[in-house]
């Protein structure tokens, strides 16, 4: 799987738009981009993936550029329960499932 | 999205002993589950891939005759660290996932080892 980059924290103020870039410069025809968030001492939670289109869903929109070198994760409205440790990851998804390779992720703190 | 739940979501045990964690999808069929564990301010480490019926897959310096995996059924998996000692203490979590579809994990176990 494709090497993953990401700044190691933000900080968002609630109701503002968080922005998480993400560096996947090597990432192949077959990967799809995956974002998980782990809240303090709790399992990771799946928020959206994408392939070459953007994509939205309840929790947030993804935007991939159109190289697919690098994409952005958009939570539009920050709340203070958005804090947590934010993961980028590329996998293919043939097949069986594919195993997750979690890097350090971006830890993101809202703040009022 | 789909549940997965762990049981317990806690386990204290005495040094030498054996400790079985649960997962199971509860609203779909898992044909592959993974197990990762989580050391204190680290990332998730994936330790085994099981699929059902099959053995599982075990990462490199990951002990299969320390970590059994049991994947017997579609909607459960378990993991089981025989002969626990306090270096294996840790959070582990699970994941599930039918063929070609998202993972999702469970909220993990902490496990400590007295």
């Known amino acids: 799987d494709a090497k993953t980059t990401q700044p190691p924290s933000m900080d968002c103020a609630e109701g503002r738009a968080a922005n998480l870039p993400c560096n996947h410069s090597?990432?192949?025809?077959?990967?799809?981009v995956y974002w998980y968030r782990q809240i303090h001492s709790q399992g990771p939670q799946y928020i959206i993936h994408g392939l070459k289109n953007n994509e939205t869903n309840e929790m947030a929109s993804l935007i991939i550029t159109e190289d697919r070198k690098s994409s952005t994760l958009i939570l539009p409205h920050a709340t203070l329960r958005d804090t947590a440790v934010y993961y980028c990851i590329a996998s293919s998804n043939t097949g069986t499932a594919s195993k997750l390779t979690f890097g350090t992720g971006t830890r993101l703190q809202v703040t009022l | 999205g789909a549940v997965v739940s762990q049981h317990p979501s806690r386990v204290i045990c005495k040094s030498g002993t054996s400790v079985k964690i649960e997962c199971r999808s509860l609203?779909?069929?898992?044909?592959?589950m993974f197990w990762y564990r989580q050391f204190p301010k680290q990332s998730l480490m994936l330790m085994a891939t099981s699929n059902e019926g099959s053995k599982a897959t075990y990462e490199q310096g990951v002990e299969k005759d320390k970590f059994l995996i049991n994947h017997a059924s579609l909607t459960l998996s378990t993991l089981t660290v025989t002969s626990a000692h306090p270096e294996d203490s840790s959070f582990y979590i699970c994941?599930?996932?039918?063929?070609?579809?998202?993972?999702?994990f469970g909220p993990g176990t902490r496990l400590l080892v007295l």
């Open positions: 994941s599930a996932s039918a063929p070609e579809e998202t993972q999702y």
């Open positions: 609203d779909f069929q898992a044909t592959t």
């Open positions: 090597t990432i192949s025809g077959n990967e799809y």
